[in-house]
Nanobody, 118 residues
Framework: QVQLVESGGGLVQAGGSLRLSCAASGSIFAINAMRWYRQAPGKQRELVAGITRGGSTNYADSVKGRFTISRDNAKNTGYLQLNSLKPEDTAVYYC????????????WGQGTQVTVSS
């Protein structure tokens, strides 16, 4: 059974920084794409950033230049560095991963709350 566990969320003032982590555990052969999504109250879940196994990245326009996605394949862990945070970044942040065990399946973490105060 594969699990994704996020950590690093919290309360921060506008302009501050946080680093989110997503650790995958279980009988993992490889992890392909990893992504971070977020969902604010009353809004749909949206893609924030994605990274391929090879390190190619993409970002939502709203976070370009402020957020950085990265990964450590040896540790089966993904990261999202959040800088210059704004109140509108407040949301639950979810990790998503395409994990290869005996087959390729997608998994979600439980979410971590990020709250940015003005």
């Amino acid at each position: 059974q594969v699990q994704l566990v996020e950590s690093g969320g919290g309360l921060v003032q506008a302009g501050g920084s946080l680093r989110l982590s997503c650790a995958a555990s279980g009988s993992i052969f490889a992890i392909n794409a990893m992504r971070w999504y977020r969902q604010a109250p009353g809004k749909q879940r949206e893609l924030v950033a994605g990274i391929t196994r090879g390190g190619s990245t993409n970002y939502a326009d709203s976070v370009k230049g402020r957020f950085t996605i990265s990964r450590d394949n040896a540790k089966n862990t993904g990261y999202l560095q959040l800088n210059s945070l704004k109140p509108e970044d407040t949301a639950v942040y979810y990790c998503y991963a395409e994990v290869v065990t005996d087959a390729s399946r997608t998994y979600w973490g439980q979410g971590t709350q990020v709250t940015v105060s003005s």
